[in-house]
């Protein structure tokens, strides 16, 4: 079977699809687009989820409109955070563990935030 | 339970890029004759052919897109190999909690939920992230691990 240097690959791969992906929301307007990802739970049901605008979002925040950003979808920024934390620990370490964010409460704090936000953004205004 | 290191979010991550890619290249061997010969047969000047052969290909087209991906993920998971092509080359394979290859069963509920869970919100794929044993929704429903191999 093939033999390639496992870590090479892996940090290779990793650098192409983050550049990849970076470039594709800054150049690439999902409002007027329509390329991407669409969310079946609002199709379906006409609620938003935790993730809806989450792409419009990034692609707001690569432009450094924080405040439109915001508005589409504040989770954009700690989830963008924990990706770019992601990518240098996978990019630096040869076997990262993620130690803080997999302690039990940790992870159950960022449930409740998820769910939280959830049901406050689809609150009636 | 015999010993096992993890796979990593990382070396997952990668692996299912690889696999999209393969999958991709397939679907397009596919793809592109089909409609390579309607645009061939439109060039012609029969261009009710054409219409009836693109009209005619976008079904299948579209179950391929689709049922693609699942059969190419159950095939190779439930095999000897019991990994993806992205799996072997990341040096990584899944198993059950008894350290098992995956039966069919399971190997289609995994990829299902695998693809369900994509589809309704990609920012599910990041799961893995927030439990120590690095397992997926899909691989909590059906109580497998992702290993190095």
Redo the contacts between chains.
């Keep these: ?2 033999q ?1 240097p ?1 870590p090479a ?2 940090k290779t ?2 650098v192409i ?1 983050a550049i990849s992906v970076v470039s594709f929301y800054y150049l690439s307007d999902p409002e007027k687009s329509h390329v991407g ?1 669409a ?3 609002h199709h379906s049901t006409g609620f938003l ?3 809806c605008g ?1 792409q419009r979002a990034f692609h707001e925040l690569l432009h450094g409109n924080l405040q439109k950003a915001f508005e589409l979808n504040a989770l954009v920024f700690p ?1 963008v955070g ?1 990706l770019a934390h ?1 990518l240098v620990c ?1 990019l630096t370490k040869q ?2 563990s ?1 130690p803080l ?2 302690k039990r409460r940790v ?1 159950l704090g ?1 449930l409740i935030l998820v769910i939280g936000f959830t049901i406050f953004r689809n609150l009636p205004t | 339970m015999t010993n096992f290191t993890l796979a990593g979010f990382g070396a997952r991550l990668v692996a299912q890029i690889i696999d999209s890619f393969i999958v991709g290249f397939a679907m397009s061997l596919i793809i592109i004759p089909i409609f390579g010969i309607g645009a061939l047969t439109g060039a012609m000047g029969d261009s009710d052919t054409a219409g009836l052969i693109a009209g005619l290909a976008i079904l299948p087209i579209i179950l391929m897109a689709f049922v693609g991906p699942v059969i190419y993920e159950v095939f190779m998971l439930s095999s000897s190999r019991q990994a993806t092509f992205g799996k072997v080359i990341m040096k990584i394979k899944v198993i059950d909690e008894q350290g098992q290859r995956l039966t069919l069963g399971a190997a289609v509920g995994r990829t299902l939920i695998k693809y369900l869970t994509v589809n309704f919100c990609f920012l599910l794929w990041l799961w893995p992230l927030f439990n120590k044993e690095e397992q997926a929704l899909h691989d909590l429903i059906v109580r497998d691990l992702v290993i190095r191999d």
């Design positions: 079977m093939l390639i496992f690959v892996k791969v990793i699809a990802f969310c079946l739970l989820c935790w993730g989450g989830v924990l992601v996978e076997n990262p993620y964010i997999r992870s960022i």
